[in-house]
């Protein structure tokens, strides 16, 4: 087990953690010092002898790594890492419920689950650690960060493992509300059942044909949505995913669709109902690859996650939680 850092948590975030490799007594060490390891641990874009000379760099005992420090093997490094200007995602994170173990809430779109990448600041884990004073809390499952609606999590550590294992288990029911063009031709409710497989590093999931199934969900048609009910804030053409004429059915008439994921796939949902021929409204992935800004909030993915029930792994009680928001969706929400 690593040493615990020496620095302490920065807007919510620990310092990221780096170990030099194990020392291969067969050859000599490969960089002469701390110095050269770090250039060719981190990326270009990252300013190491900046950062060197800024002591921001330092040991398990709080001690600043310096640039002419000799290489050690098998060393501990910590640091925080510099964080973008983050325009700030509009919308309202709603606390749905609290209690001593679980936080649930109704994030809403464009809005990162976790600290990652480009999304630090802007992410629901840092800012909730910061507004509700609890430095532990952390997911318990995946969302997206262009889907909206609940997100389930722990308040600290110790109560991770046993809810966590519930959503491992799919002891964890969770429903989605999609807002998508109406085939006529279209029979439902439908099963969906493939092989889904997304590469890491690639934006997009793609279905293996005659893979064996490791995705399903059940879509059931909920209601028909009239084009004006729609709205302004997904219209406008390719830029929010409306359906275009010929390709999947009648372009102004949509349809509010109740999906059942039996499994949880990355991208699942979408890449389901996009194979389907009634792609989500808004989605910037499926069924076409579109380039949307990442800071561009004006057209929301119209997918919810709208409810979760399950029995607490904890004291037994039954659980059922319901989003406040509802198709369609705007940013501002």
Same mark, same amino acid.
């Given at each position: 087990?690593?040493?615990?850092?020496?620095?302490?948590?920065?807007?919510?975030?620990?310092?990221?953690?780096?170990?030099?490799?194990?020392?291969?007594?067969?050859?000599? !060490?490969?960089?002469?010092?701390? %110095?050269?390891?770090?250039?060719?641990?981190?990326?270009?874009?990252?300013?190491?002898?900046?950062?060197?000379?800024?002591?921001?760099?330092?040991?398990?005992?709080?001690?600043?790594?310096?640039?002419?420090?000799?290489?050690?093997?098998?060393?501990? *490094?910590?640091?925080?890492? !510099?964080?973008?200007?983050?325009?700030? *995602?509009?919308?309202?994170?709603?606390?749905?419920?609290?209690?001593?173990?679980?936080?649930?809430?109704?994030?809403?779109?464009?809005?990162?689950?976790?600290?990652?990448? %480009?999304?630090?600041?802007?992410?629901?884990?840092? $800012?909730?650690?910061?507004?509700?004073?609890?430095?532990?809390?952390?997911?318990?499952? $995946?969302?997206?960060?262009?889907?909206?609606?609940?997100?389930?999590?722990?308040?600290?550590?110790?109560?991770?493992?046993?809810?966590?294992?519930?959503?491992?288990?799919?002891?964890?029911?969770?429903?989605?509300?999609?807002?998508?063009?109406?085939?006529?031709?279209?029979?439902?409710?439908?099963?969906?059942?493939?092989?889904?497989?997304?590469?890491? &590093? =690639?934006?997009?999931?793609?279905?293996?044909?005659?893979?064996?199934?490791?995705?399903?969900?059940?879509?059931?048609?909920?209601?028909?949505?009239?084009?004006?009910?729609?709205?302004?804030?997904?219209?406008?053409? %390719?830029?929010?995913? $409306?359906?275009?004429?010929?390709?999947?059915?009648?372009?102004? $008439?949509?349809?509010?669709?109740?999906? =059942?994921?039996?499994? &949880?796939?990355?991208?699942?949902?979408?890449?389901?109902?996009? &194979?389907?021929?009634?792609?989500?409204?808004? !989605?910037?992935?499926?069924?076409?690859?579109?380039?949307?800004?990442?800071?561009?909030?004006?057209?929301?993915?119209?997918?919810?996650?709208?409810?979760?029930?399950? =029995?607490?792994?904890?004291? &037994?009680?039954?659980? !059922?939680?319901?989003?406040?928001?509802?198709?369609?969706?705007?940013?501002?929400?």
């Amino acid at each position: 087990m690593p040493p615990r850092s020496p620095l302490p948590a920065r807007h919510g975030l620990d310092a990221a953690r780096l170990r030099t490799p194990d020392r291969d007594r067969s050859a000599p !060490d490969p960089w002469p010092t701390m %110095g050269a390891w770090l250039r060719h641990r981190l990326p270009q874009h990252v300013d190491v002898p900046g950062m060197l000379a800024q002591e921001r760099f330092v040991d398990e005992d709080g001690r600043a790594v310096r640039d002419d420090d000799p290489y050690e093997p098998a060393r501990y *490094v910590w640091f925080h890492r !510099d964080l973008r200007d983050e325009p700030v *995602v509009p919308g309202t994170i709603h606390v749905v419920h609290r209690d001593e173990r679980l936080v649930v809430v109704d994030k809403p779109p464009f809005l990162s689950t976790i600290p990652r990448g %480009g999304h630090v600041m802007q992410s629901v884990v840092v $800012r909730l650690r910061a507004e509700l004073d609890l430095p532990e809390l952390s997911p318990l499952h $995946r969302l997206d960060r262009v889907t909206s609606g609940l997100l389930l999590l722990a308040t600290e550590q110790r109560w991770r493992g046993a809810y966590q294992s519930a959503f491992e288990r799919r002891a964890v029911d969770k429903t989605y509300r999609a807002l998508a063009p109406l085939r006529a031709d279209l029979e439902v409710p439908v099963v969906v059942r493939n092989h889904i497989h997304k590469e890491r &590093g =690639t934006w997009c999931a793609e279905v293996v044909p005659g893979a064996p199934v490791n995705a399903e969900t059940l879509v059931e048609l909920e209601r028909e949505v009239e084009a004006g009910e729609v709205g302004q804030e997904v219209d406008g053409g %390719g830029a929010s995913g $409306r359906p275009e004429a010929g390709r999947v059915g009648e372009p102004d $008439r949509f349809a509010v669709y109740r999906l =059942t994921p039996r499994t &949880g796939r990355t991208h699942q949902l979408r890449l389901h109902l996009a &194979g389907l021929g009634i792609p989500i409204v808004g !989605d910037p992935l499926y069924p076409v690859v579109r380039d949307v800004p990442v800071d561009d909030f004006r057209h929301p993915l119209q997918l919810l996650a709208a409810e979760v029930a399950f =029995t607490d792994p904890v004291d &037994g009680r039954h659980r !059922d939680f319901r989003s406040v928001r509802s198709l369609p969706l705007a940013a501002e929400d």
